[in-house]
């Protein structure tokens, strides 16, 4: 039962959502390595915690295979756990929009309750921003990016380079570097390698890199290739 309760701790740091480990704590008396889900969420749903109802509401979005003690696994219901997460959102939790964006793209469960375009998804995550989540801007990203957003994926770029974040940086490098065109053809950013050097140089030098900017500006010869266009 043990692997239980670190599966659905490991569940929720993967999503960054850092409530998980409080809320797992508030839970009622059961005994040592005893997990009864039905039990568990039944006590979360009625908790009117933010945070538990948040955990219970990613928990339904992804489902758990590992049986419980009575031999039970949890079913993914995408409806419920929508609806569990608004309400941790309307309580008041800062993570709450920015999670069900997220996994209204990657749960195959949650993506049934969205449209091709992801549009509910793109609320959402957008929603997470105006509140100042802004660790929900990857996943907005990678859904302006797919859907060829271009004007409102560059306007979201250099929000967050004014956050100094280091992705956004190493895409207006390349950004810079090729030039950069709306859904309609219409020149955005005209190629500029100065300005592109910079924003790799700002990227490769933040202390808050992703894997993606962290492997490429490992490799000498990005950089330098970089530079030497830019002479």
Not at 82 to 102: C, H, P, V
């Amino acid at each position: 039962m043990k692997r239980i309760i670190l599966l659905i701790t490991l569940s929720f740091c993967l999503l960054q959502a850092s409530p998980v480990v409080n809320a797992m704590g508030d839970l009622p008396d059961q005994e040592q390595d005893k997990v009864i889900y039905k039990d568990m969420l039944a006590y979360m749903e009625n908790s009117q915690n933010d945070k538990q109802l948040l955990t219970a509401g990613t928990l339904y979005a992804m489902g758990i295979n590992e049986p419980d003690s009575i031999g039970e696994t949890l079913k993914p219901d995408g409806e419920k756990a929508e609806k569990l997460i608004l309400q941790s959102a309307e309580l008041g939790n800062e993570k709450a929009y920015g999670i069900l964006g997220n996994l209204l793209l990657i749960s195959p469960t949650m993506r049934g309750l969205d449209d091709q375009n992801h549009s509910k998804a793109q609320r959402f995550l957008e929603k997470a921003l105006e509140k100042g989540d802004y660790g929900a801007s990857t996943g907005l990203i990678n859904l302006y990016k797919t859907t060829q957003q271009n004007k409102k994926l560059l306007k979201l770029l250099i929000t967050l380079d004014q956050k100094d974040d280091a992705l956004a940086q190493y895409i207006l490098a390349f950004i810079f570097k090729d030039g950069f065109y709306s859904e309609n053809g219409e020149l955005l950013v005209q190629k500029n390698m100065q300005t592109a050097n910079y924003y790799i140089t700002r990227a490769c030098t933040n202390k808050n890199k992703v894997k993606t900017v962290t492997e490429f500006c490992s490799d000498p010869r990005n950089v330098e290739e970089d530079t030497n266009h830019g002479k």
